[in-house]
């Protein structure tokens, strides 16, 4: 699954629940995000919304662990490192959930995050970061450079961030949303089956739901975020309606040359200064 195809909307929602960025720069971003296919948060830090370290501070928080600046560092600053981002206009960049960043960087080994993920599925109230620092597997700046890695944010090196920041686990409190994911057919009639996941964090639910798209190729996939006595789908995703949108890109690409609805037009026609 490719960066497009990862509920963004979700996540931006969370962002503005938690006062990072308002609902007009939100939609700002997932404007450009479905243009260019840049990932959501690399958006919101090049505009100037909210730095890179606030934003890997959210993040690590829907994974249970509040990172609390002990004191300042350089990614403070709204500008601070936007053009050291690494550029995936453009680009299928593949989503890489979060345990596997955590192991290809070595912070984890596969045992480790194993035991992890069957403790998740016990208790679905408990969240990845959570667990891992709690067992005392995974610090609190090694979780952020992970996220960071995640969403093509740049942060300083462990070692400072380390100096810079205290790890506070957070677990949910109670009245907290669970995020399920379902696998669905939408034809003859709807129809949803068993719960195949389910996490009080939604990026959790919406990585296992990238994995299982890229692993299992299903005809369909729900994200159901349930509150209390009410229940809303906030991600769907169709194979259908992905083999179409793949076809579509592909005519355009033989068209134009290049695919119109991943490009980026800014100061492509800006004469050179001199």
Same mark, same amino acid.
């Given at each position: 699954m490719d960066q497009a195809n990862f509920?963004?909307?979700?996540? *931006?929602?969370?962002?503005?629940? %938690?006062?990072?960025?308002?609902a007009v720069e939100l939609e700002r971003a997932l404007e450009e995000q479905r243009k260019t296919g840049r990932l959501l948060g690399q958006i919101l830090v090049r505009s100037g919304y909210v730095t890179s370290l606030a934003l890997t501070q959210a993040l690590a928080e829907q994974h249970g662990v509040e990172l609390r600046a002990s004191e300042p560092t350089e990614t403070e600053s709204p500008t601070a490192a936007q053009d050291d981002l690494p550029d995936f206009s453009g680009?299928?960049?593949?989503?890489?959930?979060? *345990? %596997?960043?955590?192991?290809? %960087? *070595?912070?984890?080994?596969e045992d480790e995050? *194993?035991?992890?993920?069957?403790?998740?599925?016990?208790w679905p109230d408990r969240r990845l970061g959570e667990i891992l620092v709690e067992r005392g597997w995974l610090s609190g700046a090694a979780l952020a450079l992970a996220l960071a890695d995640q969403h093509g944010l740049d942060l300083p090196p462990v070692d400072k961030l380390d100096a810079g920041l205290e790890t506070v686990i957070k677990p949910k409190t109670f009245g907290e949303p669970i995020y399920r994911v379902y696998e669905v057919e939408y034809e003859p009639a709807y129809r949803a089956g068993s719960v195949l996941y389910e996490n009080a964090n939604f990026l959790e639910a919406a990585d296992f739901a990238c994995e299982f798209v890229a692993r299992r190729s299903p005809k369909a996939l729900e994200i159901q975020k349930r509150d209390g006595s009410t229940s809303e789908i906030v991600w769907t995703y169709s194979e259908?309606?992905?083999?179409?949108?793949?076809?579509q890109r592909k005519n355009l690409v033989q068209t134009f040359g290049f695919d119109p609805m991943r490009w980026n037009t800014?100061?492509?026609f800006d004469a050179p200064t001199k």
């Amino acid at each position: 699954m490719d960066q497009a195809n990862f509920p963004w909307r979700p996540l *931006g929602l969370l962002l503005v629940q %938690k006062g990072l960025v308002s609902a007009v720069e939100l939609e700002r971003a997932l404007e450009e995000q479905r243009k260019t296919g840049r990932l959501l948060g690399q958006i919101l830090v090049r505009s100037g919304y909210v730095t890179s370290l606030a934003l890997t501070q959210a993040l690590a928080e829907q994974h249970g662990v509040e990172l609390r600046a002990s004191e300042p560092t350089e990614t403070e600053s709204p500008t601070a490192a936007q053009d050291d981002l690494p550029d995936f206009s453009g680009q299928d960049r593949e989503w890489r959930p979060l *345990g %596997k960043i955590l192991v290809d %960087k *070595g912070f984890l080994n596969e045992d480790e995050l *194993g035991q992890a993920l069957a403790e998740q599925t016990e208790w679905p109230d408990r969240r990845l970061g959570e667990i891992l620092v709690e067992r005392g597997w995974l610090s609190g700046a090694a979780l952020a450079l992970a996220l960071a890695d995640q969403h093509g944010l740049d942060l300083p090196p462990v070692d400072k961030l380390d100096a810079g920041l205290e790890t506070v686990i957070k677990p949910k409190t109670f009245g907290e949303p669970i995020y399920r994911v379902y696998e669905v057919e939408y034809e003859p009639a709807y129809r949803a089956g068993s719960v195949l996941y389910e996490n009080a964090n939604f990026l959790e639910a919406a990585d296992f739901a990238c994995e299982f798209v890229a692993r299992r190729s299903p005809k369909a996939l729900e994200i159901q975020k349930r509150d209390g006595s009410t229940s809303e789908i906030v991600w769907t995703y169709s194979e259908d309606r992905a083999q179409a949108e793949a076809a579509q890109r592909k005519n355009l690409v033989q068209t134009f040359g290049f695919d119109p609805m991943r490009w980026n037009t800014r100061n492509q026609f800006d004469a050179p200064t001199k």
